[in-house]
């Protein structure tokens, strides 16, 4: 969000002064904060979200340790190719790498810059702010397509 605000603050189309000065420094470095969670996201999903985690809860639990072992391979591996669980985590990665290559490059270039509280010296940059956006939003549409339920096979 704040990302999109600093754009039309780049393109003069709101004013905040107080974005203006700590948007650089303070909110566009939250990203290296999100980058693991960011990273692991798809791996944990796997272990999180597989209805192998049933075998957790009641009645399954009290399955014994060699049903849990073989079922829980069937139904993991089923759940997988139901709900095409590699191609969304794999997508979720690249989206990931993308973002996070193209927040590299604009701290490369903003490395140049000479006064990063200056918004008339930040324009020039705004094509790296904006792809950016476009690789933040590409990964939230990823990650909003994978299940947000356990769900039995």
Request: contains cysteine; glycine residues 2%.
């Amino acid at each position: 969000m704040r990302l999109s605000e600093w754009l039309n603050l780049l393109d003069d189309k709101i004013e905040d002064p107080e974005l203006e000065n700590s948007f650089v420094d303070k909110v566009l470095t939250t990203w290296e904060l999100q980058r693991s969670e960011a990273m692991s996201l798809p791996i944990d999903f796997k272990k999180e979200m597989s209805p192998t985690v049933l075998f957790n809860d009641l009645p399954l639990s009290n399955c014994d340790d060699e049903t849990k072992t073989w079922l829980g391979d069937i139904i993991h591996n089923l759940w997988l190719v139901r709900y095409s669980v590699n191609e969304l985590t794999s997508t979720v990665i690249k989206c990931a790498n993308d973002t996070d290559a193209a927040y590299q490059s604009l701290q490369k270039a903003l490395k140049g810059c000479k006064d990063t509280k200056y918004i008339e010296t930040l324009r020039s940059y705004r094509g790296f702010f904006a792809d950016l956006l476009d690789k933040c939003r590409f990964l939230a549409a990823a990650i909003e397509k994978l299940p947000n339920e356990v769900k039995a096979v």
